[in-house]
């Protein structure tokens, strides 16, 4: 379905005919691509569809997909879902990146002011470092 957020997004609150209206489309298109697994609104107990936020986004975003560029309705869902996949691996990279960064603060030594990497340890801040001859 949508996205996981932690802020209401994915509270559901808005009746199909609501939620039709926010879109200016009809309730029908709105069955359709439940019907055709677009969309999985969540139920209240007495089975009727309540769609959340972060539903109408979704449900913006394919409306853009097909006005705007002419893609067709297959081609919105895989690229909502390819986008979708996207955003989850630069999360999983961007942890990578802080472990991999946590590794390296515990493993190496910390470079310390004014010590450049691959300085020879003998020869004293200020002072030259003699060239190898050749």
Not at 1 to 27: F, K, T, W
């Amino acid at each position: 379905m949508a996205m996981n957020r932690d802020d209401g997004q994915e509270e559901p609150c808005y009746v199909i005919s609501v939620a039709a209206r926010m879109l200016g489309m009809h309730a029908q298109t709105l069955r359709y691509y439940e019907r055709v697994g677009i969309l999985s609104p969540s139920r209240s107990s007495g089975r009727i569809r309540l769609y959340s936020q972060a539903d109408i986004a979704r449900l913006r975003k394919i409306q853009r997909l097909i006005s705007e560029l002419g893609v067709n309705l297959a081609g919105a869902e895989a690229i909502i879902q390819l986008n979708e996949r996207i955003r989850e691996l630069e999360g999983e990279m961007a942890q990578l990146r802080r472990e991999l960064q946590g590794y390296r603060d515990r493993l190496l030594p910390a470079v310390q002011v004014g010590e450049s990497v691959g300085a020879d340890p003998r020869v004293g801040p200020g002072q030259a470092q003699a060239m190898p001859s050749p």
